[in-house]
């Protein structure tokens, strides 16, 4: 029988869990942001919302070794310990796929999006960005869980990790669209590179979503 343990700690790692899915949910919005400018040729500020990913992202990571520096080794944990770093792992590498996503664009600043692309681009950008923002919610409840052991409680968290999953299929749907579209319409070598790999690098981010909700569904596993 698991004993719920919270109320011994003056701070919980999963504090600072829900702390880092926040950053990753405020990255996502500003990585919106970016793709969308980068698409204008009225917008001129992508750097600005690039380096905003940039800052959030060093948040994150600080949050990140806080809890893997600070985790005592005798504190009695309701999971196991290298489940929350697993977790923990995937669910910065969301904010890596973000970052890594927003510098590739950066080496051609000027190039922008063929416009024929734009909606297909667009609807998956959309499309990684609604499991990312799931997160937080996911962290959120799972604590409720973990201080819980309500199996009612439990349900909403595997709710949440198969609508993620769900969204992250869809997400595959949009990037394999977008690639269609891409040996479809361009004729430029470099232009075809570049769309490739961007989709590629914007297609994990989901990927690295769900990945976090299957190590979710591990931790509350029972």
């Not at 080496?107 to 937080?136: C, K, M, N, Q, W």
Request: with cysteine.
């Amino acid at each position: 029988m698991r004993i719920p343990f919270f109320s011994m700690l003056t701070h919980s790692p999963f504090d600072a869990l829900q702390e880092h899915a926040e950053k990753v949910k405020e990255c996502a919005w500003a990585f919106q942001q970016a793709i969308e400018c980068y698409a204008s040729v009225r917008c001129d500020a992508f750097e600005e919302h690039r380096q905003q990913v940039i800052t959030l992202e060093h948040a994150a990571d600080s949050i990140k070794r806080d809890i893997r520096s600070h985790l005592p080794k005798n504190m009695m944990l309701p999971v196991e310990k290298f489940q929350l770093f697993r977790y923990l792992r995937e669910q910065d590498s969301v904010l890596d796929a973000v970052q890594e996503t927003l510098n590739w664009l950066s080496y051609r600043p000027d190039t922008g999006i063929p416009e024929a692309l734009e909606r297909d681009l667009f609807l998956l950008v959309d499309a990684v960005v609604e499991p990312t923002e799931e997160l937080s919610r996911m962290v959120g409840e799972a604590r409720i869980y973990l201080r819980t052991f309500s199996e009612k409680q439990r349900e909403k968290v595997k709710t949440i990790i198969a609508n993620i999953r769900q969204m992250e299929h869809e997400a595959d749907q949009r990037e394999h669209a977008l690639l269609r579209k891409v040996f479809e319409i361009e004729t430029d070598p470099v232009m075809v590179l570049h769309m490739l790999k961007l989709a590629e690098i914007i297609g994990s981010i989901a990927d690295h979503a769900e990945n976090a909700g299957d190590m979710m569904r591990a931790m509350i596993a029972r």
